[in-house]
């Protein structure tokens, strides 16, 4: 995957947003909406797209890292576990 996947993902959300058969083919046809916006995946990747409602929410855990891929930090005092997956900004855990 390219390096600009947390972009390509906010333009496909921002897209899905305001093209209602754009979002409809998320569900149908994800590979096929996501390379329509420059975002691909490897044959034997498993793409899904789950969506929240407003009595429904998923959290989305990544793979766990390797120890060469986990850095210690400390954030205000305390230190923090982290590793990002590259698809949001939830990688910092208290530890």
Same mark, same amino acid.
């Given at each position: 995957m390219p390096d600009d996947t947390e972009q390509l993902?906010?333009?496909i959300v921002a897209r899905s947003w305001s093209d209602p058969e754009f979002r409809k083919r998320l569900f149908t046809d994800t590979r096929g909406a996501c390379a329509e !916006? =420059? +975002?691909t995946y490897p044959d034997n990747v498993e793409v899904r797209v789950i969506e929240d409602t407003p009595s429904i929410r998923h959290i989305h855990l990544p793979p766990v890292p390797s120890d060469d891929? +986990? =850095?210690v930090q400390y954030v205000g005092g305390d230190a923090a576990v982290g590793s990002s997956c590259g698809t !949001?900004? !939830?990688f910092e855990a208290s530890v």
């Amino acid at each position: 995957m390219p390096d600009d996947t947390e972009q390509l993902v906010a333009n496909i959300v921002a897209r899905s947003w305001s093209d209602p058969e754009f979002r409809k083919r998320l569900f149908t046809d994800t590979r096929g909406a996501c390379a329509e !916006c =420059g +975002l691909t995946y490897p044959d034997n990747v498993e793409v899904r797209v789950i969506e929240d409602t407003p009595s429904i929410r998923h959290i989305h855990l990544p793979p766990v890292p390797s120890d060469d891929q +986990l =850095g210690v930090q400390y954030v205000g005092g305390d230190a923090a576990v982290g590793s990002s997956c590259g698809t !949001c900004r !939830c990688f910092e855990a208290s530890v």
